[in-house]
């Protein structure tokens, strides 16, 4: 069993629909990171979470440390959206262990 | 001015060849790492660097070999060449302490 989980592994939705894409984590961590990777490859760092909620634009992200476990959720989505999500844990040392990814595809 | 830039983008190659991956960043930090991504989309450390030392080295065969001439830069040599080494490979840093990892455009590695 790996120690991120991330559910769904992919979703499909419509333009301007809510998504939610959750995380699930069996160790202790420092930090919590939400990475976006589009079709072309790059990695990108959406947000790095330690307790909490923080908001970037459409972007929310909320972690809840004592369920281990963490949100994304993006409101009015946009096909532009479409992209593979990572969620990545943070322990004691400077390691980033990685969920699986969700891949989000959203239709115009 | 890439924060964080990996050459070579592509690279194919057969079987039993020696190849290298280099890597620089520009931000400062001082760990840097690298990444394997499989098929599946699956990330996985490979290796850490901080300040040129080794801190991390998971199970990785020892045809992969990093070498840090300083901070801000880690490269990747792979001796031998193996089918099972066709991946991406994701060079990344962060400075200790600080917030957020920042990674490479990746290297797409196919042994033919």
């Known amino acids: 069993k790996n120690e991120v989980e991330q559910s769904p592994q992919n979703l499909t939705a419509q333009e301007g629909e809510f998504i939610t894409i959750n995380c699930s984590y069996s160790?202790?961590?420092?930090?919590l990171h939400w990475l976006q990777q589009h079709p072309g490859g790059g990695i990108v760092s959406l947000f790095m979470?330690?307790?909490g909620k923080k908001k970037h634009g459409r972007l929310i992200a909320t972690i809840n440390i004592q369920e281990k476990h963490s949100s994304l959720h993006i409101t009015a989505s946009h096909p532009r959206d479409s992209a593979v999500y990572i969620c990545?844990?943070?322990?004691?040392?400077?390691?980033?262990?990685f969920g699986e990814g969700t891949q989000l595809t959203v239709n115009p | 001015d890439t924060a964080v830039s990996q050459t070579p983008k592509y690279l194919v190659t057969q079987m039993g060849n020696d190849k290298s991956i280099k890597c620089e960043q520009n931000?400062?930090?001082?760990?840097m790492y690298w990444y394997k991504q499989d098929s599946k989309k699956f990330l996985k450390i490979m290796f850490s660097y901080n300040n040129k030392e080794l801190i991390i080295n998971e199970t990785v065969p020892n045809r992969f070999s990093p070498k840090s001439p300083d901070k801000a830069h880690l490269n990747l040599h792979i001796n031998s060449l193996e089918l099972g080494d066709s991946a991406v490979y994701f060079c990344?840093?962060?400075?200790?302490?600080?917030?957020?990892?920042?990674f490479g455009s990746g290297t797409r590695l196919t042994v033919v």
């Open positions: 979470l330690s307790s």
């Open positions: 990545a844990v943070k322990g004691s040392g400077s390691r980033l262990t």
């Open positions: 990344a840093s962060s400075l200790e302490g600080a917030s957020g990892y920042t």
């Open positions: 160790v202790g961590i420092s930090a």
């Open positions: 931000l400062g930090h001082d760990t």
